[in-house]
């Protein structure tokens, strides 16, 4: 059985310069793949280092053997060589590239990116580079995974985010990670110089998105039986529906009244136990299931979760009456929700 790095580790790895001679980062979630590669090409060869001792294949049109050749170069004038395979699932042989992994060249520092999936752990490639390099699979953070995520980001910059300006974030952008960085890094950038802390008024300021009426204060209007509110922020989505699209509101509420369906079958129904079963990582963020549990029954939630399938698919335009917006549709559906 490979034994396969986690992204902290490879990435202190990297920054310590404690390099092997084989680097796998393989799996569905790109981002980590092309920031780990990244970091690693920026760090181990100087400007005047690369143009001798730097090498990039595209598996769409790379054969095998010609990387294979190249990685048993030596540098020239300097201490590496890096060679870099990028989309290495497209290449054909890949598993010849066996015959390197079991003599490699301690002088060569071979990347191979191989996105969308993973290399089947039988094979003899994945046994030699695991002998001798780092395997890192590259999976897809779950939607409640993605605060801890951006908490993480901000922390190894020495910059503080606050929980609600972490959850506008997530509202507004998903889970695809090379977008989000690309939000987070605009938000560092406008911090420099100033207190490095990111809060719902930075994030509104600078993101376009209000800390008062995003898909975190529906969620908790709704939780909270708070109909005006719910109402007023459902009227400020349908003036801006390009900031707030229906299908991140209805995304939102499929993972809210997913989440508290699970939490009707615990047996304590305390903070505690919510946060442990929704693998949360502070209270706060398990006040609004708290009041989820005390203003529905379950049996409505399971009715909510029904109506939830049936708007998702009127808003992509099954059985849905001509001329309804998603403004119109939206309204509907939290007065169902809320009835």
């Not at 989440?259 to 502070?282: D, I, T």
């Not at 992509?316 to 809320?338: F, H, Q, R, S």
């Amino acid at each position: 059985m490979a034994k396969f790095s986690s992204y902290s580790i490879v990435r202190k790895e990297i920054l310590k310069k404690s390099f092997k001679p084989i680097y796998l980062f393989m799996g569905q979630e790109s981002f980590f793949i092309d920031d780990l590669t990244n970091m690693m090409d920026k760090l181990i060869l100087s400007e005047t280092e690369r143009d001798f001792n730097h090498s990039v294949f595209y598996g769409v049109d790379a054969d095998v053997r010609t990387i294979i050749s190249t990685c048993q170069r030596y540098p020239m004038m300097a201490e590496y060589q890096v060679v870099i395979v990028k989309e290495a699932q497209r290449l054909d042989n890949f598993d010849l590239l066996a015959l390197y992994a079991k003599n490699p060249l301690k002088s060569t520092i071979l990347i191979i990116n191989y996105k969308h999936g993973t290399v089947d752990g039988r094979k003899a490639v994945l046994k030699a580079i695991d002998k001798v390099g780092v395997i890192f699979e590259s999976k897809r953070l779950y939607d409640n995974q993605i605060p801890a995520f951006i908490s993480s980001y901000y922390r190894d910059r020495g910059v503080q985010v606050d929980a609600k300006a972490s959850q506008m974030l997530v509202d507004y952008v998903g889970n695809d990670l090379s977008k989000l960085v690309k939000e987070l890094e605009k938000l560092q950038v406008v911090l420099s110089g100033k207190q490095p802390r990111v809060t719902p008024e930075v994030v509104e300021e600078n993101i376009g998105i209000s800390k008062d009426y995003n898909n975190f204060e529906l969620i908790k209007a709704i939780a909270n039986k708070d109909r005006a509110r719910a109402f007023r922020i459902v009227d400020y989505f349908e003036q801006d529906q390009r900031t707030n699209p229906l299908v991140m509101t209805l995304s939102s509420f499929i993972y809210y009244f997913n989440n508290l369906v699970e939490c009707y079958w615990l047996p304590h129904k305390s903070e505690q136990s919510v946060m442990k079963a929704l693998n949360f990582r502070g209270a706060f963020m398990t006040w609004d299931y708290m009041a989820g549990l005390r203003n529905y029954s379950v049996g409505e939630v399971m009715e909510i979760i029904s109506q939830l399938r049936t708007f998702d698919a009127r808003s992509k335009g099954i059985d849905n009456p001509p001329y309804t917006t998603n403004g119109d549709l939206l309204k509907e559906l939290v007065a169902k929700i809320m009835h």
